[in-house]
């Protein structure tokens, strides 16, 4: 089991900017992708960002491209924790972001590729 605990969630001005975390914890030994999707009330829960395995000590991101440009993603591996900076933000951002694990696969780019998901954290984008 994979714990996901998610922080930095917050009331922000359009245009503003906001750090989320997502610290792992338990079966960490292999993560090999750590990525965000985020649910909008009444929204399907969509992919935003993701940092997979890119073979030996790389790692590649992957975007949505409604943040592209916008957003960047980061990963600690030595404290399991994945980062989502995002700038310039629109009320369109506003949502519930989730951090989400595929342990094996590479793929994080659907909610089906998910192993593990944390518990969220909302995001209020103010116009």
């Known amino acids: 089991q994979v714990q996901l605990i998610e922080s930095g969630g917050a009331l922000v001005q359009a245009g503003g900017s906001l750090r989320l975390s997502c610290a792992a914890s338990?079966?960490?030994?292999?993560?090999?992708?750590m990525g965000w999707f985020r649910q909008a009330p009444g929204q399907d829960r969509d992919f935003v960002a993701a940092?997979?395995?890119?073979?030996?000590?790389?790692?590649?991101?992957d975007y949505a491209d409604s943040v592209k440009g916008r957003f960047t993603i980061s990963r600690d591996n030595a404290k399991n924790t994945v980062y989502l900076q995002m700038n310039s933000l629109k009320p369109e951002d506003t949502a519930t972001y989730y951090c989400?694990?595929?342990?094996?696969?590479?793929?994080?780019?659907?909610?089906?590729?998910?192993?593990?998901w944390g518990k969220g954290t909302l995001v209020i984008v103010s116009s």
């Open positions: 940092t997979r395995w890119g073979g030996g000590l790389t790692y590649a991101a």
């Open positions: 989400a694990v595929a342990q094996t696969s590479g793929a994080l780019k659907v909610p089906r590729d998910v192993d593990y």
């Open positions: 338990g079966r960490t030994s292999t993560l090999a992708a």
